[in-house]
């Protein structure tokens, strides 16, 4: 199989990931104490699970390995927005911009996930 080694850093799903976890930090600032080990622990461990994932697999030897790891990203990423649609059902807290940037690094994994499977 193909080498699937990548700068990390150098990969804009990495950087768009690192701001999203910077938003949902900020984001889970303004809900409430007793969220510290519900809502605020889970958001934070999903958000900084997407550009985890990336770096991670992007130190894995094959493009299948990559992509499994991209996927997982994704499905964080997935879950995340889940997660912010109840805090703002809850809390209506502020999150539309987030979300946005959230569906933008899906489309952004998907087209780069399908680029490493088409690339000779």
């Known amino acids: ?5 990548h700068n990390f850093r150098e990969l804009n ?5 690192m ?4 938003s949902t ?3 889970s600032e303004g809900l409430p104490k007793d969220e ?13 699970s997407i550009p985890s994932n990336i770096a991670e697999g992007s130190g894995r030897g094959t493009v299948k390995d ?8 994704i499905s964080s990423s997935y879950e995340l927005e889940t997660q912010l649609i109840l805090v703002n059902d809850l809390y209506s807290l502020e ?4 979300i ?4 933008e690094l899906q489309k952004m994994i998907i087209g780069f996930k399908r680029s490493l499977l088409t690339k000779k």
């Open 36 to 48: 510290r080990f519900g809502l605020v622990s889970q958001i934070q461990r999903c958000s900084v």
């Open 1 to 5: 199989m193909r080498n699937a080694h």
């Open 19 to 22: 701001k999203i976890v910077k």
């Open 66 to 73: 990559f992509t499994n790891f991209l996927n997982m990203s």
């Open 95 to 98: 999150i539309e911009e987030l």
């Open 25 to 27: 930090y900020q984001i």
């Open 13 to 17: 799903i990495w950087k768009n990931g």
């Open 100 to 103: 946005k940037d959230i569906n």
